[in-house]
């Protein structure tokens, strides 16, 4: 006789697979290393006013932004992509398209960072 699904008796929850769960920590490692590599070059952007005594330059306000957003978005990117790993493996679903798409989020912040700092170097 089939059971009745009910809230004391919910429907079983399918096991995540161990690919999955290999692929999300992998990911999740990556996307900390991606994380730690944006921050860095947030860092790093303020040598680009290295030149500014010499020839005229941009605002240097923007190796302020640049370190904001770097930081900012590798804080909120790790803590969105570690919310959504875990919910999905709470429900059963694959995990890691969500660790992918915040690596490649947060790849795509490294370049976003870089741009936003070369606007205070030098006006070529």
Known sequence: MPTEETAENPPPQPPV???????????GL?????????????????FVTDACAYEECGSPV??????????????????VSV???VRRVRRGLPAWPAAAWCCAI?????????EIGIQAGTLD
Do not use: N, P, R
Request: aromatic share 6%; proline share 0%.
């Open 17 to 27: 697979s161990t690919l999955d769960a290999f692929a999300s920590v992998v990911l």
């Open 30 to 46: 990556v996307h900390a290393v991606l994380a730690l590599i944006t921050i860095a070059v947030a860092g790093l952007t303020v």
């Open 62 to 79: 923007w190796t302020e932004v640049a370190i904001g957003v770097g930081i900012g978005s590798a804080v909120v990117l790790v803590a």
């Open 83 to 85: 919310t959504l790993v």
């Open 106 to 114: 947060q790849l795509a912040m490294i370049f976003v960072v870089l």
